[in-house]
């Protein structure tokens, strides 16, 4: 009887510990990704990038990051100057046409060990590094608006991160600090959940 009791509570145990898991999928009409480099010391550029998809798990119970890929279409470069942009597309920076595109993506991290902060590895050149990004979950609830029939669950995340563009091969204008080596990268998006 009591071995009965045990497998009993175990299984009750056992069903109530069910992963909260949550597919999302970012906004492509909702999200920025900008980036601010120095300009010969006078000031910084602003620039960011204008096609972007990505797909993530979270699981809101034990704050956690599953299976994160982000890709942004480094073609689609702005900073609202056309010889810039053309500039920045040839392979003195971004290389476009060898590497269309730039990654960041996360196996697994556990938000609530530190928080504030979310380890991945980003792609640039064909190069990839660590990078931790200063991460906020601003909110995840239902949407005030209708997509089609219904208001999804959309989530509202801000990220900061730096980054030396050197560190991947990007060393053009460094030397004669013509353009600086420090990229700041800022990201904010809305992800709705699936």
């Known amino acids: 009887m009591m071995k009965y009791i045990r497998i009993m509570m175990l299984l009750l145990f056992s069903s109530t510990i069910v992963a909260n898991e949550n597919n999302y999928v970012i906004d492509d009409s909702h999200f920025s990704i900008g980036f601010l480099v120095e300009h010969a010391g006078y000031a910084k550029t602003l620039g960011l990038f204008k096609q972007i998809e990505g797909k993530y798990t979270y699981d809101q119970s034990l704050n956690l990051v599953k299976d994160l890929v982000m890709k942004i279409n480094t073609d689609s470069v702005f900073t609202n100057h056309d010889k810039r942009d053309a500039h920045l597309r040839s392979p003195d920076f971004l290389d476009v046409e060898k590497f269309p595109t730039m990654t960041f993506t996360v196996d697994e991290y556990d938000l609530s060990k530190t928080p504030g902060?979310?380890?991945?590895?980003?792609?640039?050149?064909?190069?990839?590094?660590?990078?931790?990004?200063?991460?906020?979950?601003?909110?995840?609830?239902?949407?005030?608006?209708?997509?089609?029939?219904?208001?999804?669950?959309?989530?509202?995340?801000?990220?900061?991160?730096?980054?030396?563009?050197?560190?991947?091969?990007?060393?053009?204008?460094?030397?004669?600090?013509?353009?600086?080596?420090?990229?700041?990268?800022?990201?904010?998006?809305?992800?709705?959940?699936?």
């Open 117 to 194: 902060k979310l380890k991945g590895k980003f792609t640039l050149l064909g190069v990839t590094k660590d990078v931790v990004l200063d991460f906020n979950i601003n909110k995840v609830a239902e949407y005030p608006f209708r997509v089609g029939l219904s208001k999804p669950i959309v989530m509202g995340v801000s990220a900061r991160a730096s980054l030396n563009r050197s560190d991947y091969g990007m060393s053009y204008g460094v030397d004669k600090n013509l353009v600086g080596d420090e990229i700041e990268l800022i990201i904010e998006f809305e992800a709705r959940q699936q």
